[in-house]
């Protein structure tokens, strides 16, 4: 970045951007799913809204992108008979994708324990 662009009084606010949040990830969930839906060959499970509401919580430090490849990798698992089998098909699939997540463990742990920090803004006026 430019040297000039990055002096006092050019960027105020600085703003932590981390993964999606719950809400957020329920929202991307919603979408893949409708993505998945215009195939002719879809067919939706019995306990679709059980499994990836599962998902959506087991996706925390995910991307976009990793949770839409979660979401298509639970649809390849589906039919389920029981509550429990989807839940337990949805944390499976997040288990398997964890290791390769674009933010890591570490990284995110650092995120969290400072965005607050990243996302104050300058409350003070600057002098010129």
Known sequence: ??????????IDHVIG??????ECRRTIIAQAVKELAKAPSWREPALLKEGLEELANETERFTRSEIQRAVRNLARRAPWGKIDQAKAAAADVAERLRDG????????????????????????????
Do not use: C, H, W
């Open 101 to 128: 997540l674009t933010i890591g463990t570490k990284d995110y742990d650092e995120f969290v324990e400072t965005n607050n920090t990243f996302s104050q803004a300058v409350l003070e006026p600057i002098q010129i």
């Open 1 to 10: 970045m430019d040297p000039a662009v990055k002096r006092g009084g050019r």
């Open 17 to 22: 951007v981390g993964p999606p949040d719950l």
